[in-house]
Structures are given as C-alpha cells and as structure tokens.
C-alpha cells in the first residue's frame, strides 16, 4: 500500500496541492490506482484545499493524530526547524505518509514542495 502524505499553510488550494501529489506520483513512477490514500494532519482537518486535493486525486483522506505523526519522525528523511518550532513536527507529509502506510512503512519519495505545501510517498512494510 502506497501513502501520499501532504502538509501545507492555511489556505493552500487544493489544486496546488493535487498538482503537487501528481507531480510526485510521476517522479516515483506511481501508476493511477496504486495510491490508496492521502494523509494528512490532524490539525489540518478543516482547510478546504486538503479535502479538495482528495476530492481531485480520487482518494480517501485519512487524518493522522500528532502522535502517530511523532512517533514516525524517526524514519523521516527531512526536516524543518522552522514547522517544527511551529508545530512540534520537523517533518510533516514524511510523518503522515509514513504513519498512514503502517509500522513498517518507508519512504518512496522524500519530500517534495511548492511554495505553500509539500508531499512525500510511503510504502506499507508488506509491499517492500
């Protein structure tokens, strides 16, 4: 099972968002139909460009608690000191794709971003 994991400021279109998420699918080679769901923030849950990404991309949106996104900060490749200070989390589309995809998850794609989001892929540990 294939993660998307995003993040993005408040406000950030959906469409800049579901540009980004293909754009990383293409890089890593991702077939339509392999990806089973955007992850994203809790905190996240009522910014209307997330829930139009989902709605454009034609996948489930699954929101990831701050302790599951903390607890996959080990295995992420990328970091911010700037979103960490602002919300405790250094990387956060790496945590959600990588808390989303399950406990032996990896990395796919490392971080990728626009001016107001960012993505990464994760693959479930049984995909590997």
Same mark, same amino acid.
């Given at each position: 099972?294939? /993660?998307?994991?995003?993040?993005?400021?408040?406000g950030?279109?959906? &469409?800049?968002?579901?540009?980004?998420? $293909? +754009?990383?699918? &293409?890089? +890593?080679?991702?077939q &339509?139909?392999?990806?089973?769901? @955007?992850? /994203?923030?809790?905190?996240?849950?009522?910014?209307?460009?997330?829930?139009? =990404? +989902?709605?454009?991309? !034609?996948?489930? @949106?699954?929101?990831? *608690? &701050?302790?599951?996104?903390?607890?996959?900060? *080990? $295995?992420?490749?990328?970091?911010? =000191? $700037?979103?960490?200070?602002?919300?405790?989390?250094?990387?956060?589309?790496e945590?959600? /794709?990588? /808390?989303?995809?399950?406990?032996?998850?990896?990395?796919? @794609?490392? $971080?990728?971003?626009?001016?107001? !989001?960012?993505?990464?892929? =994760?693959?479930?540990? *049984?995909?590997?």
């Amino acid at each position: 099972m294939i /993660a998307a994991g995003i993040g993005c400021r408040t406000g950030c279109a959906g &469409d800049e968002i579901a540009t980004l998420v $293909r +754009a990383a699918f &293409d890089e +890593a080679a991702i077939q &339509d139909g392999t990806v089973a769901v @955007l992850a /994203a923030p809790e905190r996240k849950r009522h910014e209307e460009g997330v829930h139009e =990404a +989902a709605r454009l991309l !034609a996948l489930p @949106l699954h929101f990831i *608690d &701050d302790a599951a996104m903390a607890a996959a900060q *080990d $295995r992420t490749l990328t970091r911010s =000191a $700037r979103v960490e200070a602002a919300v405790g989390i250094a990387s956060v589309a790496e945590a959600a /794709a990588l /808390a989303a995809a399950g406990p032996g998850s990896r990395l796919l @794609l490392p $971080r990728r971003s626009t001016p107001r !989001a960012t993505c990464a892929l =994760a693959i479930s540990g *049984d995909s590997a």
